[in-house]
């Protein structure tokens, strides 16, 4: 996983308040390596408690077609503005990545991208280039657990929301359903920088980390 600075707006030096204590995030939601290709960054009371561990929709195994996956649903805690609707965001986020990878169906993914967001300009470029010459992806069901609000940003009314995951190991098929690509499991940590706004929440920046930032 590569990790690296992409955009520094929700750094504490930037104006925003850790929710809880722990180290500073050393960097912000960078595009790197997803499936081993490319995935890829307050008030004083305490948050209410993270949702429990969550799994995002799998890719499609050999048997299956992605016409058989159902796009993910937004969860009704979307609609708040605040750390939960921020946490349920993320979470939801997280499993439409799952879905894109395995279905190649962009729409809703390139809804909620930020126009400057390099996370989500990588995994649109890595999807794209498989599934437009007719190729898919197998396997690499992702797992989501630990989600947790590290910043919220009072000027852009943003929040930095952390989850661990887990990638399960998969592959890429071209149009002959040959194996042009082994994608190993990974894990570790994602912080996905988040807004709302006119069009609901929407990704400004991603990136992956081997420890928690929190």
């Not at 989500?120 to 396997?139: F, H, K, L, Q, W």
């Given at each position: 996983?590569?990790?690296?600075?992409?955009w520094g707006?929700?750094?504490?030096?930037g104006g925003g308040?850790?929710?809880?204590?722990g180290?500073?995030?050393?960097s912000w939601?960078a595009?790197a390596?997803v499936?081993?290709?490319l995935?890829?960054g307050?008030?004083?009371?305490e948050p209410?408690?993270s949702?429990p561990?969550?799994t995002a929709t799998p890719?499609?195994t050999?048997?299956e077609t992605?016409?058989?996956?159902a796009?993910?649903e937004?969860?009704a805690?979307m609609?708040?503005?605040?750390?939960?609707?921020?946490?349920?965001a993320?979470?939801?986020?997280?499993?439409?990545?799952a879905y894109?990878m395995a279905t190649g169906?962009?729409e809703e993914?390139d809804?909620?991208?930020?126009?400057?967001?390099s996370?989500c300009?990588n995994v649109r470029e890595?999807?794209?280039a498989?599934?437009?010459?007719?190729?898919?992806?197998?396997g690499?069901g992702?797992?989501?657990?630990?989600?947790?609000?590290?910043l919220?940003?009072?000027?852009l009314?943003a929040?930095?929301v952390?989850?661990?995951y887990?990638?399960a190991?998969g592959?890429?098929?071209?149009?002959?359903g040959?194996?042009?690509?082994?994608l190993p499991?990974e894990?570790g940590?994602?912080?996905?920088?988040?807004?709302?706004?006119?069009?609901?929440w929407?990704?400004?920046?991603?990136s992956t980390?081997?420890?928690?930032?929190?």
């Amino acid at each position: 996983m590569e990790q690296g600075e992409v955009w520094g707006g929700l750094s504490p030096s930037g104006g925003g308040r850790p929710v809880r204590g722990g180290r500073r995030a050393a960097s912000w939601l960078a595009g790197a390596a997803v499936l081993g290709a490319l995935l890829t960054g307050c008030s004083e009371a305490e948050p209410e408690p993270s949702p429990p561990p969550v799994t995002a929709t799998p890719a499609p195994t050999p048997s299956e077609t992605p016409e058989e996956l159902a796009a993910p649903e937004r969860p009704a805690e979307m609609e708040r503005t605040d750390e939960v609707g921020a946490m349920a965001a993320a979470e939801y986020f997280m499993e439409l990545f799952a879905y894109v990878m395995a279905t190649g169906d962009l729409e809703e993914w390139d809804r909620v991208s930020g126009q400057t967001c390099s996370f989500c300009a990588n995994v649109r470029e890595d999807v794209d280039a498989t599934y437009s010459e007719g190729g898919r992806i197998v396997g690499g069901g992702v797992e989501v657990s630990s989600i947790e609000v590290l910043l919220f940003e009072e000027t852009l009314v943003a929040f930095a929301v952390e989850a661990q995951y887990r990638v399960a190991a998969g592959a890429e098929e071209d149009a002959d359903g040959t194996v042009v690509r082994e994608l190993p499991e990974e894990s570790g940590w994602i912080v996905l920088d988040l807004a709302e706004g006119v069009r609901g929440w929407q990704i400004l920046e991603g990136s992956t980390h081997d420890e928690s930032q929190a």
